[in-house]
């Protein structure tokens, strides 16, 4: 089993609500997987667990697309593109320090929602 460190689901699909361009999310989908290639972060022997990487259709707020939630931290970040994609990934994912001006909402787990270490794992 892997330990997984956090999850990045990026809606970028400009479905029915036309949140965003497709051409912007698409380019935004193929930075993310770049970054995360680039910076080892699938890397299975990664100390902190792997990261994993998922495009959604929708996470229902349709607008300020596209828009990437990063859990377990439960940070939403609107307008992401490809040019600030490696910035939040860099600042948030491997230094811990979310990109706070770009932050639309937080929505964390709270303590008895969050379960032990060993049960998040693929």
Request: glycine share 4%; proline share 7%; with cysteine.
């Amino acid at each position: 089993m892997q330990r997984v460190s956090h999850h990045l689901l990026l809606c970028a699909t400009a479905n029915k609500a036309k949140c965003c361009d497709s051409a912007l999310g698409s380019q935004t989908w193929n930075e993310l997987k770049s970054v995360v290639r680039e910076l080892d972060l699938e890397n299975t022997q990664r100390p902190e667990g792997i990261v994993l990487r998922s495009k959604v259709d929708c996470l229902r707020i349709c607008e300020r697309g596209p828009i990437l939630v990063v859990w377990p931290d439960g940070i939403w970040y609107a307008e992401v593109s490809p040019s600030r994609i490696k910035k939040i990934i860099q600042n948030h994912i491997v230094d811990q320090q979310p990109v706070e001006e770009w932050i639309l909402k937080r929505t964390p787990l709270g303590p008895t929602d969050t379960p032990p270490a060993e049960q998040i794992a693929i």
